[in-house]
Structures are given as C-alpha cells and as structure tokens.
Antibody, heavy 120, light 108 residues
Framework: EVQLVESGGGLVKPGGSLRLSCAASGFTFSSYPMNWIRQAPGKGLEWVSSITTTDGFIYYADSVRGRFTVSRDNAKNSLFLQMNSLRAEDTAVYYC?????????????WGRGTLVTVSS | EIVMTQSPATLSVSPGERATLSCRASQSVSRYLAWYQKKPGQAPRLLIYGASSRATGIPARFSGSGSGTEFTLTISSLQSEDFAVYYCQQYNNWPPFTFGQGTRLEIK
C-alpha cells in the first residue's frame, strides 16, 4: 500500500525556518517524481515544488522560489522541503504527493499533510 | 500561467441526484486535466486523469469529459460520501501546475 507521511510542521515566527519531511513507503520511491502542494486556511490547492527522480530537474512556484528548497534522499525514501524566510502567507497545510512523470503529471497519491503556521 | 476557473463555487444537490461540475482553462490544456476530491482533514483523492479516465478504485458514478478549455465532472446518483470539495488541475503547461479554486458540493 502506498503511504506518504509528512512531518515537521509547526508554529514559526515570520522570517523563521522550518524543514518538512515526507516518508514514503509501499512503492519504489526512486522511480517517481515528487511534489509539495499546500492549502492555506479556507483556500484552494496551490502547487509549491516538484523534483524529478534523480534531482535532475527541480521546479518552484514563483511565490516560494529563492526561499524554499526541495530535496530527496532516495536511499531513505524521503522527500524534504526546507523553508526559509517564512511569511504569514506561507501558513498552510503542506502535502507531499507523487506524480507519474512522462506527461502523466497528475498526483495519484497524497499524504495527509502537516500544518505550518507562521505567526508572531 | 494557465488559470483554471471552476463553476459553480457551491453546488447544492440532493442525495441520489446528479451533480455536474465545470472547469475552464484560460488556454487549451488538451486532455491533460485531473479532478480531485477533498474532504476536511483528509488527503486529496485523485478521481479522474486525462480528462476522462477514472483512477484506480473510483466508482463508476464519477465520470469526466471535455478537452481543450472546457471540462466537466459528473457524479451520477450522489451518495452521502460524495459531499466534498472538488478541484480540477491542469498538467499540460507547467510549471506551474495550476488548480481551480474548487467547487463545494453540499447536501440540499
């Protein structure tokens, strides 16, 4: 069974940093591109970042580029999101999600999310 | 960036009836369109990909149609567990992947 479990969320002050993790199981993690997607309170879904299978290509939303860094450790079946210079508008539930790549860039499995709250 | 617009924002339907949700893209996305169901406190669930292909385990009452800029998600004979928020997402032209703002399907 495919499972994605996020962790690392919490309360942080504006300008602070946080590192999110996503532990994957039930599939060959190294074979799949991975993504971070967020949902601010009362808002819709917003794609944040994507990373291909071997870090060859990394993409960011304009809203986080230069502040967030995505990475993965295929040996540990883990995805990460380093979030720096956090702002109030980064407050959201952050989900990791898998896509199938090769033009199939839809998200077939998601985790349950981890809440990040940026507030003084 | 391709803008996805969903309508209506809220749809009130009685159990057992049909629900029709719309999604429009600001430019053609061919058939690279997915639909997701989102319930509070739960992970989003993939329903439809490729505009009309049902994901694994999705009941046949869910169907998708459309291409280019106009898409529809139809849920025939609504069940109690279908009341949720539904999102469309384009994956034809990225980054960024873009989602619609969602349609809330509520019990009438």
């Amino acid at each position: 069974e495919v499972q994605l479990v996020e962790s690392g969320g919490g309360l942080v002050k504006p300008g602070g940093s946080l590192r999110l993790s996503c532990a994957a199981s039930g599939f060959t993690f190294s074979s799949y591109p991975m993504n971070w997607i967020r949902q601010a309170p009362g808002k819709g879904l917003e794609w944040v970042s994507s990373i291909t299978t071997t870090d060859g290509f990394i993409y960011y939303a304009d809203s986080v580029r230069g502040r967030f860094t995505v990475s993965r450790d295929n040996a540990k079946n883990s995805l990460f999101l380093q979030m720096n210079s956090l702002r109030a508008e980064d407050t959201a539930v952050y989900y990791c999600a898998r896509d199938l790549g090769a033009s199939n860039y839809y998200f077939d499995y998601w985790g349950r999310g981890t809440l990040v709250t940026v507030s003084s | 960036e391709i803008v996805m617009t969903q309508s209506p924002a809220t749809l009130s339907v009685s159990p057992g009836e049909r629900a029709t949700l719309s999604c429009r893209a600001s430019q053609s996305v061919s058939r690279y369109l997915a639909w997701y169901q989102k319930k509070p406190g739960q992970a989003p669930r993939l329903l439809i990909y490729g505009a009309s292909s049902r994901a694994t385990g999705i009941p046949a009452r869910f169907s998708g149609s459309g291409s280019g800029t106009e898409f529809t998600l139809t849920i025939s004979s609504l069940q109690s567990e279908d009341f949720a928020v539904y999102y469309c997402q384009q994956y034809n032209n990225w980054p960024p992947f873009t989602f619609g703002q969602g349609t809330r399907l509520e019990i009438k």
